[in-house]
């Protein structure tokens, strides 16, 4: 596209909750190139203009943890969800075993596409995949350069399966970390599933590879305190001290859920910029407890945090389920100024995280910001200054445009480069298919 990308009479997102009406923002490249008054910017000649008309122009959205793939194969049955972690998980590698590249990269469409749709422009992948991992990761990163998305995806590398063993699963996730490594919009992490899926061989190769190729790493983090005491009773120490023993931790790794996290956890996360990423509407659904206590420990410890949907859900439920869960340690006099922390959750966590991945900020719209950006069909009122009620607002408004890198990527609700409906229907395609060979469908 030659010129430039002009959004006309717009209102724009701040992260106290306070709105900016009557503005104008100037994309040139893939940065924000300049924001003023509407008057102030004048239309030139090769300028693509869109006309808010008074809608609020934000940030677009980061999933700091999703399963694009798994998330669609898993079951949220009671019976499921009451299971012990080990029946679950025992049942996610009979199911994704099996996946080929092709049924990856159609499940993945659906789920980007069905993402952007809710202003997700930013997807933090934990693809679980052994028998194809370097196939499958390079089919999920085309899929999104195709839809214009940006993409972090990592393996959930596992040990004790015979046919794939766990170095060789973190070798094939390495090679793609490796050609990914200097794109635009899309970048490859290590990764492992858990502490009580990798052994000490697994997680050495890991740290090696994330030393030769700095790069962040992805993994489960304290999902239950059943899961911490099997670690404690093979290895002798908690789940965080492990990892960091091999080098796991740092900045532009992540670490997600962390329900059963203590302080001296938090405290180790925090020291060395680790993002926690919560999925808290997915804990507070399964058998293992409160996720309070960790997100409790992450702000005491002034944890960098970001939410993440776990594949399931929208990004705004795990909003709503963070806001009621402040709101408790507040009025037990446990945290203070909960709209901070909600905003840091939702924009500053992830604004960090990209300027360590992509040497930019995203999260903001500011000056020289990453322009991935979303125009939503809400107009605030110019005194709104309550930040709940505007992401409350928000929920429940449709995505007009979404861009990333200064591209369009959706206009006017309509998804680009894509028949919505038909990678739909690709979709179910490929998830009957996977569950047929896994032996979980009639």
Request: aromatic residues 4%.
């Amino acid at each position: 596209m030659e010129g430039r990308l002009v959004l006309k009479a717009c209102s724009l997102f701040r992260s106290d909750g306070r709105v900016r009406t009557g503005m104008a923002v100037v994309i040139e490249g893939d940065a924000i190139a300049r924001i003023a008054p509407d008057a102030e910017v004048p239309v030139l000649p090769g300028d693509w203009a869109v006309s808010c008309k008074g809608r609020l122009v934000s940030p677009g959205f980061t999933d700091a943890h999703t399963r694009l793939v798994n998330g669609q194969l898993g079951s949220r049955r009671a019976d499921a969800l009451l299971a012990s972690h080990e029946q679950r998980l025992e049942r996610e590698l009979q199911v994704a075993e099996g996946l080929t590249p092709a049924e990856i990269e159609a499940l993945t469409a659906y789920a980007l596409a069905r993402g952007a749709r809710h202003g997700i422009t930013t997807f933090v992948e934990h693809l679980l995949a052994p028998g194809c991992v370097e196939a499958g990761l390079g089919a999920q990163s085309r899929t999104a350069e195709r839809l214009g998305l940006r993409l972090l995806n990592s393996h959930a590398s596992c040990s004790g399966l015979p046919a794939h063993p766990g170095p060789a699963q973190v070798e094939g996730n390495a090679a793609h970390a490796r050609r990914m490594k200097d794109h635009a919009s899309l970048r490859g992490l290590l990764g492992f599933h858990s502490s009580n899926q990798a052994d000490d061989e697994l997680l050495r190769v890991a740290g090696r590879a994330k030393e030769e190729l700095g790069v962040g790493v992805h993994f489960r983090l304290a999902e239950s305190d059943d899961g911490l005491a099997t670690t404690w009773s093979r290895h002798g120490v908690r789940e965080v001290n492990r990892f960091e023993a091999f080098g796991l931790l740092g900045a532009s790794s992540i670490a997600a859920n962390g329900k059963a996290i203590g302080r001296t956890e938090a405290q180790r996360l925090a020291r060395t910029r680790t993002m926690l990423s919560l999925c808290l509407r997915a804990s507070a659904t399964d058998s293992m407890g409160s996720p309070a206590t960790g997100l409790e420990a992450a702000l005491a410890e002034h944890c960098l945090v970001g939410l993440g949907t776990d594949g399931t859900g929208t990004l705004f439920s795990d909003v709503d389920v963070a806001h009621s869960l402040l709101l408790t340690l507040t009025r037990a006099g446990r945290t203070s100024d909960p709209d901070a922390h909600l905003g840091a959750f939702f924009l500053g966590g992830p604004a960090e995280l990209s300027m360590m991945i992509f040497g930019r900020p995203s999260g903001v719209v500011e000056r020289g910001g990453l322009a991935d950006l979303l125009v939503l069909d809400f107009v605030p009122p110019e005194s709104s200054d309550d930040l709940p009620h505007l992401l409350m607002q928000l929920s429940q408004s449709p995505v007009a445009w979404a861009m990333v890198n200064g591209r369009v990527v959706v206009r006017e609700g309509t998804l680009l480069g894509a028949d919505y409906g038909a990678l739909a229907f690709e979709a179910a395609k490929a998830a009957d298919s996977v569950w047929k060979r896994a032996g979980l469908a009639t």
